[in-house]
């Protein structure tokens, strides 16, 4: 069994930051690349940030210049460092990790159960 599990999640001023984690938990023998989606109420999950095993990121372009992903392997944590926030920024943002359970390099996709984002203006 395995498990992704968000946290930091919470209302914020525009202008303000959050930090968000998500940690893999269970039978996780190997993690690949970890992600950051997010959906707004009505809108489709947009993808905001991906993070490989090796730490190279991405970031979709709304979010490049504000937010940061990075991940701490021994931890089998990833973080979404949001700065500069904005009205639009707010969403559930969920945690997604392509993880193995064995050594076996077969890997299936996870997803966490979401993190409130609420930003005022």
């Known amino acids: 069994q395995v498990q992704l599990v968000e946290s930091g999640g919470g209302l914020v001023q525009a202008g303000g930051s959050l930090r968000l984690s998500c940690v893999a938990s269970?039978?996780?023998?190997?993690?690949?690349?970890m992600a950051w989606y997010r959906q707004a109420p009505g809108k489709q999950r947009e993808l905001v940030a991906t993070?490989?095993?090796?730490?190279?990121?991405n970031y979709v372009d709304s979010v490049k210049g504000r937010f940061t992903i990075s991940r701490d392997n021994m931890k089998k944590t990833v973080y979404l460092q949001m700065t500069s926030l904005r009205p639009e920024d707010s969403a559930v943002y969920y945690c997604?990790?392509?993880?193995?359970?064995?050594?076996?390099?077969?890997?299936?996709?996870?997803w966490g159960q979401g993190t409130q984002v609420t930003v005022s203006s």
């Open positions: 993070i490989t095993s090796g730490s190279s990121a």
């Open positions: 997604n990790a392509d993880i193995r359970k064995t050594w076996k390099p077969e890997y299936d996709n996870y």
């Open positions: 269970g039978s996780v023998f190997g993690i690949s690349t």
